[in-house]
C-alpha cells in the first residue's frame, strides 16, 4: 500500500521478522549457556532463567503460527512484534536497564511494516520502561522463595532485593528521564525512516517508471521501423531516397511511398501528435487506412476523406496526424496533392528549390466531417521534391536557435544537381553540424523523389478468336479479368462487357454474315489511370456501323427500322467510338472514361 514497505509482500516480511525473533532466541540461549558455565557472573540468576524461559515460549509461539500460517495472514505482524518486545524486555533486564535493545522492534517496523506499528511499538516500549522498576521488585519478591544463594566471598553469602522505596526513587530518577529519551529518540528514528522509506519508494517507481519508458520506446521503434516501405527499385521513371532518425522518445513519424497503379506514385509524410506505443500504433493504423483507401483508386480527395473518417471514429485518445500525400502521373508529371496540416515540402524548378506554399487542410484522424481540397503542381523530368517533418526545422543547436525553414531551403540549393541519396545525406549532415551535442527531441524524417523520365505503356497485343458464341465467351472472360485487375468498379465492368458483347453480335451478322465460315476476331484492351481502350479488329466486308443513324427510342417498335439499337447503346455506353478501314479489315475503338 502507499505507507507499507515490504520486499515483495506481507510475507516476506513476516518471514523475515520470524527469522529475526528466532536469531533472538538463539542470543538468549547464549546468554542462558554462559551464566550456566559462569562465565558471565551476575547477581539474578533466577531472574535470568524466567527471562529465557519466557522468551523461548513466546518466541517458539509466535514462530510456529508464522509457519502455521505461512507468513500470509496479516495480524502475524503484531504476535512477531510482540514476541521481539517480550525478548528485549528480557534483554533490558539482564543488560540492568540499558534500554537500547527497545530500539530494534522500532526499527523493524519502520523497515517492514509501517508508520502507525511504529509509533505504537514505541509508546508500548515506553510504558515498559516505566513500569520496568516495579516489575523488578515484584520479581524480586518471588525470587527470595526459591533463589539459590549467590556466593561473593568465602565467608559470607547474600540475597540481594529492592525495597519499595527504592523503587520509587529509581522510578522518577531513571525509568521516567529514560522513557522519554527513548521516546524521543524512536519519534526520530521513525520519521527518519520514513523519509528513507519514501525515497526508496519514490526511487523504485521512478526505476519502474524508466523501465516502463524504456520497454515503450522499443516497441514503439520496432512498431515504427515496421511501417518503412520496401524500396522500389525496378522503376526507371523515379528514384526515392528517405531516411528517419527516432529521438529516444519515439514519436509518431512515418513516411510512406507505394504504386497506385502502373503509371501512379504515392508520397505521403506524416507526424503524429503523442509519443510511446499508444502514438506508434495511431500511426500504423493511419498508414494502413491511407495506403489502402488511395490504393484503391478513384479521387485523391475522396480516398483521403474515408481513411479520415475511418480513423477519426475510433480515435479515443484523440491523437492527430499531420500529413502531406502527393499521387504523381509518371506519364504527365502531373501531381495531385492534399496538405492535411504538414510542413510545405520543396519542390525544385530549374535548379533551385522553392517551398509548395498551398493553404492546409485541417489534420487526419481528428474529426470525422472534414473536406480535402486537391491541390496540383506540375514535375518536368529532372525535377525534385524534398518532404521532411518538423524534427528537421524546429531542431534546436546550442545557442537556442531553430534550425528553419530558411537554412533548410539553403541546404537544398547548396546541393543542387547531386541524387536524392546524396541530398538527402546532405541534409541531414549540415542538420547535425548545426545542433551539435544537442539533444535531440523529435524525430527526424526525410526523403527525396525525382521524377526521371516519363512512363510508356506497352499496349495490349490482344487475342484473336473465332466470330462465334466460344470466341464470344473467351473475350468477355479476359475483359473482366483485366478490368478487376486494374481497380475498375464492376458497374464499368459491366457496361464495357455490354459494349463489347454488341460490337462482337454486329461483326457476327453483318461482317461475316454472308461467309460460308466465320472469320476471326482480335480484341485489344488497354487499361490507363482515367480511360480504358478496347480495340475490336476483323477481317470481313467493309463496314462502318457508325455510318447509321441511331432510331428513336420512343418510335413505334413496329414502325422502326431494323438495326443501330446495338450501336447506339455502345455509343452511349463510351465517351468515344471511331472507326478505320486499314486494307483488308476493319478496326473499330472504344473508349470509356474512368
Known sequence: TGQEFSMNSD??????VSAIVVLLSIVMMIFYVLFRME???LYKHAETYQALTLCSAVGAFAVVLNLIYKGEARWLRYVLMSAVMVTCTALV????????PYFLPIILCSLYYNRKLALATSLVCGILILVGPYLTYLVGIVNLNYVTLVSYTPTYNTIVGYGADSITEEF???AVPSA??????????????????NHMEQSRDAAIREAMVEKDVTIASEIQSGMLPSDITDREEFSIASRMYPAKTVGGDFYDFFMVDESHLAIVMADVSGKGISAAMFMATARTLIRSNVQAGGDLAKAMEKANREQASDNVMKYFVTVWIGVLDLKTGDVTYIDAGHNPPFIEKDGKFIKLEAKPDFVFGRKRAIRYNKQHVKMDIGDRIFLYTDGVTEAVGPNGTMYGEDRLNSSLDSHGGADVEDLVDHVKSDLSQFVRDAVQSDDITIMAMEYKQVYSVQEDEGITVSA???GHSKIISRLQRILTEAGCKPKVINEMQVAVSEIFANLDMYAYGEMPEKGDIKVAMDVFSDRISITITDWGVPFNPLEHLDPDPVENFNNRKRGGLGIMIVKKICDDVTYTREGDHNILKLVKEI
Do not use: H, M, P, Q
Open 39 to 41: 562465565v558471565i557472573d
Open 180 to 197: 522519554l529519551v527513548f521516546i524521543l529518540g524512536s519519534l526520530l528514528s521513525v520519521w527518519l525512516a520514513e523519509i528513507g522509506r
Open 93 to 100: 533486564t539482564i543488560l540492568d536497564n540499558n534500554y537500547l
Open 172 to 174: 522518577f530518577s531513571n
Open 11 to 16: 510475507r516476506e516480511a513476516n518471514n523475515l
Open 468 to 470: 462465334d458464341s466460344e
